[in-house]
């Protein structure tokens, strides 16, 4: 069997998710393979390719009776440490078919514990109950200023100026499993227009390391809860609709800001300015390096 008809055949177990949404049409889609001990990189990156989503995750590994399993990521053109959006719906998937409760991922960020319920509890978007809902536990977070001279090309890549930023919410380079560029936008209106020049950005995000750039707007000073985009070219992706890895870093660059006095619950809406309403819940603890984020997924129903 050759490459592609391999690649075919593997399609067909592929499961379509939309995560941190009740509703299909909007939230993140995620192609889930829960069967991929007998793929190998090349295959998996081949379908994530075809499936066309920001991210496909694939069980390679797992002890049913334990509920721990071996968790990979790729985009359309390669491999990622950790995605948020990929591990809530690979989690929907597993409480699905063997039952809500705690699961273990093994990742390239390390071990990743995600709570799932079949319904009711709190969740982004729609009434509670409405759909499954998983909470993940992230890598230890951390985030540190950003370099001045590469925040400068940062903005010059999306069109903006230093004046476009929010000064109470300085950039940073916020990490929970890979790194993320936060940039926090003055206005809603800046975060609404986003115009940016995807080649420049892609180049200055590889060289950096970066996964996507967390873009925010924060609503009110004493809230919160957030608007977020996450532009995303080296996946090949214009835009992230919703970005659970990022919403775990930036949990962690809040409690670095020293913003997270008592244990905080965030509310990031995302993908809003693209057509596919995302919600995010982010949960933060002054005490606690980890961050749990929250969201509801749903099956994508096939064409």
Same mark, same amino acid.
């Given at each position: ?17 939309? =995560? ?5 049409? +909007? ?28 991210? $496909? ?32 719906? $690979? =989690? ?26 079949? +319904?009711? +509890? ?6 509670? +109950?409405? =759909? ?16 001045? =001279? ?60 970066? $996964? ?81 984020? $929250? ?9």
């Amino acid at each position: 069997m050759t490459t592609a008809q391999s690649t075919d055949s593997a399609l067909d177990h592929v499961l379509r998710y939309s =995560a941190f949404t009740t509703d299909p049409s +909007g939230g993140n889609p995620a192609g889930v393979f829960l069967d991929a001990g007998a793929l190998d990189d090349a295959e998996m990156v081949a379908i994530a390719a075809h499936v066309g989503y920001s991210e $496909t995750a694939f069980i390679t590994a797992g002890d049913e009776a334990a509920r721990r399993y071996g968790l990979r990521y790729f985009s359309p053109r390669a491999e990622v440490a950790f995605c948020g959006h990929a591990t809530i719906a $690979t =989690a929907v998937a597993l409480a699905e078919r063997i039952g809500p409760g705690e699961l273990v991922f093994d990742t390239m960020a390390g071990e990743i514990r995600v709570a799932t319920t079949l +319904g009711g +509890g709190e969740g982004g978007g729609g009434d509670a +109950g409405t =759909a499954p809902q998983a909470t993940l536990t992230s890598a230890p977070t951390h985030s540190r200023p950003a370099d001045e =001279a590469v925040t400068e090309q940062a903005l010059k890549a999306l069109r903006w100026t230093r004046d476009d930023l929010d000064p109470a919410l300085p950039p940073h380079i916020a990490f929970a499993g890979n790194d993320h560029l936060v940039l926090a936008a003055a206005t809603r209106e800046r975060l609404a227009d986003l115009d940016y020049d995807f080649d420049a950005l892609e180049e200055l995000m590889r060289v950096q390391g970066w $996964t996507t750039v967390h873009l925010v707007w924060r609503e009110s000073a004493d809230r919160f809860d957030f608007h977020a985009r996450d532009p995303f070219p080296p996946g090949g992706v214009v835009e992230d609709p919703a970005t659970g890895a990022a919403a775990a870093a930036f949990g962690g660059y809040l409690r670095a800001l020293g913003l997270v006095t008592e244990p905080v619950r965030v509310r990031i809406r995302q993908g809003e300015d693209m057509g596919r309403p995302s919600d995010l819940v982010v949960d933060i603890r002054p005490d606690d390096e980890r961050v749990r984020v $929250t969201g509801r997924a749903v099956r994508i129903p096939e064409a």
